[in-house]
């Protein structure tokens, strides 16, 4: 029996649509790191000693 | 794990939301509440921003653990009703990438935990995602039983690591809050599984019911109501719990005794084909004490934890009884 064949339309809105949301993934994965390291430094940077 | 082509072959492409759904963000949503509860009660001056961030990555762990969960029992989870249109049964995703995504999830959140907060959160996150998808999933849920009494302890853990990321300690009392999640586990999931135990049964997993029997079920579900329901005043005399609390605990669990008292006297889980089509509350005969139970049980907790985020969310002292 042949595996039935998937409509190509349909596959490329499938793949649009986890591209997408994997690009918004690692924008949010750098947003975090962004805001932790700003958030966690604080006003220690200004702080150092220069 | 042996699996049959049928659940290793997509049968279309799988949607974004197909893996979402891997996740399974209904779980996750309680995790995230159990964990909110669990950070205002550590009462911690913690920044808000952390605070977000923190929760967010528990809640990705939680969502982790359910990818693991959901390419391990895929072929169980084909069995069943309630979980056959599952992601992976159903042929929409593969069951590799279930793996990798779990894998790939369990990372990201301890790291970023441990970088936000601190490394005992991060190391709670990291133990309770290997407790639900190794020790739950993977050796007790098909090997005993009493799956859902031990198992339960990775359901129990949200609020440990959520007051751990605010305070970077674990009190008694965030021990406190586990244990009335832990003691509230098996009534719940018991209730629920004495009207679906057929689907239990056909699937080869032991529950309660389905080893021991629906009268010896009702049996503990009662026992572990009378030990539940004295544990939910406990907070009362730790400081933890105030006057409101004192009241919600009090006459909610009076109720929750009534109802587990019910399925004791009832013939809920003897009679087979109890439970309709239209989800987990359509029942009838005598499995309808066996849904109240559940479903009140979920109401219980949900207010419980409401309640004690409320007063410590507001200031309200606690009695303060020792």
Avoid at chain 2, 113 to 135: K, P
Avoid at chain 2, 206 to 226: D, E, F, H, N
Avoid at chain 2, 243 to 261: H, N
Wanted: charged letters at 15%; aromatic letters at 10%.
């Amino acid at each position: 029996m042949s595996e039935p064949t998937p409509d190509p339309t349909v596959e490329a809105r499938a793949r649009r649509g986890r591209n997408i949301a994997l690009a918004l993934g690692l924008v949010l994965f750098v947003v975090l790191v962004f805001v932790v390291t700003v958030v966690r430094m604080g006003g220690n940077v200004g702080l150092r000693p220069l | 794990m042996a699996m049959s082509p049928a659940l290793s072959r997509p049968s279309a492409p799988p949607r974004w939301q197909d893996y979402v759904q891997l996740l399974k963000p209904r779980v996750m949503s309680l995790v995230i509440f159990t964990a909110i509860t669990g950070l205002v009660c550590a009462d911690s001056s913690v920044n808000p921003i952390l605070g977000a961030i923190a929760i967010f990555c528990i809640a990705v762990g939680a969502g982790a653990s359910a990818s693991f969960n959901m390419w391990y029992d895929a072929d169980i989870d084909a069995k069943m009703r309630r979980t056959r249109a599952r992601p992976v049964p159903s042929g929409k995703v593969q069951g590799s990438d279930a793996l990798a995504l779990g894998g790939v999830l369990s990372m990201f959140s301890v790291m970023l935990l441990g970088m936000t907060t601190n490394w005992l959160a991060a190391g709670l996150l990291a133990f309770t995602i290997f407790f639900y998808a190794v020790v739950y999933t993977m050796w007790l849920k098909r090997s005993t039983p009493q799956n859902i009494v031990i198992g339960g302890l990775a359901g129990a853990l949200p609020p440990v690591i959520g007051w751990a990321a605010a305070a970077g300690s674990v009190p008694l009392n965030a021990w406190l809050l586990c244990a009335i999640i832990f003691m509230w586990t098996p009534p719940h999931f018991w209730a629920l599984s004495l009207y679906t135990s057929e689907d239990y049964e056909k699937a080869g997993v032991p529950m309660m019911p389905v080893t021991a029997g629906a009268a010896s079920t009702r049996k503990q579900i009662l026992i572990y109501s009378l030990l539940f329901v004295p544990l939910c005043i406990v907070p009362v005399f730790t400081h933890l719990g105030g006057l409101t609390y004192l009241a919600v605990a009090g006459l909610g669990g009076l109720v929750f005794l009534v109802l587990a008292w019910r399925v004791f006297k009832s013939r809920a889980g003897e009679a087979a084909g109890e439970r309709n089509d239209d989800g987990l509350y359509d029942v009838k005969g005598g499995s309808k004490d066996a849904r109240n139970l559940f479903a009140f049980s979920i109401l219980y907790l949900t207010l419980l934890f409401a309640t004690l985020l409320a007063e410590h969310a507001l200031g309200l002292p606690p009695v303060g009884v020792l």
